[in-house]
């Protein structure tokens, strides 16, 4: 069974570029969360769809958001990027929200 | 709301000798505890999970944990770690369905295991 693929693994961008991140879960997973990870501040929740809807969204300003296909596929897109936008960003499936979150590698932003 | 407090950000250790990361969490509802493993330039791997039933969870490469819900901890444990453990370990809760898939993270501990 593959796990959860995230594309591209690497990405640069320059400040006020806009940028998009792809994340594919385990097959049967209807849930998709998203997460940043920075030296500083950690690993942070941004958000998390389930049946295309988003049900909950972390503290990030509105240039974070995000979408989810009927096929369970999820995007999220960074508009008006920032220095301190660069960071791991994290995908994450499950199947229901009582199991656990399997994560994909990651996508490496860095915004110059 | 949850938090989750790692109270070690380093650990150094020899090869074989015992190792325990500690994890203190706070909720005002039930939680979900899982256990994370990350190698540099890697996403997250799950190492183990208390989900129900039994409070001690063992993984398959030899770590344990424990949910103590009095003392509101759930501690890492192996009692002899190898070389290839050395990595970043980050304990997380969740709050289940009502949470709505969010996992909040400890600000992780690095495990450096020397020869």
């Known amino acids: 069974k593959a796990g959860v693929t995230q594309t591209p693994r690497y990405l640069i961008k320059t400040r006020g570029q806009q940028v998009t991140l792809s994340c594919s879960p385990i097959?049967?997973?209807?849930?998709v969360s998203w997460y940043q990870q920075t030296p500083g501040q950690g690993l942070q929740f941004l958000f998390e769809y389930f049946s295309e809807t988003q049900r909950n969204k972390g503290n990030f300003p509105g240039r974070f958001s995000g979408r989810q296909f009927s096929n369970s596929r999820s995007e999220m897109n960074v508009s008006t990027l920032e220095l301190g936008d660069s960071a791991l960003y994290l995908c994450?499936?499950?199947?229901?929200?009582?199991?656990?979150?399997?994560f994909g590698q990651g996508t490496r932003l860095t915004v110059v | 709301a949850q938090s989750v407090t790692q109270l070690d950000s380093q650990v150094p250790v020899f090869e074989e000798a015992p190792v325990e990361l500690r994890c203190n969490y706070s909720?005002?509802?039930?939680?979900?505890l899982f256990w994370y493993v990350q190698y540099p330039n890697q996403g997250l791997q799950l190492l183990l999970k208390y989900l129900s039933g039994s409070t001690l969870v063992e993984s398959i490469n030899g770590f344990e944990a424990e949910f103590n819900k009095s003392q509101t901890s759930f501690h890492l444990r192996k009692p002899s770690v190898h070389i290839s453990d050395t990595a970043e370990y980050f304990c997380?809760?969740?709050?289940?369905?009502?949470?709505?898939?969010?996992?909040?993270f400890g600000q992780g501990t690095i495990l450096t295991v020397h020869p």
């Open positions: 994450a499936s499950s199947l229901d929200p009582n199991t656990e979150a399997f």
């Open positions: 997380a809760v969740s709050a289940g369905g009502t949470s709505y898939g969010k996992l909040t």
């Open positions: 097959s049967g997973h209807r849930s």
């Open positions: 909720s005002s509802v039930s939680v979900y």
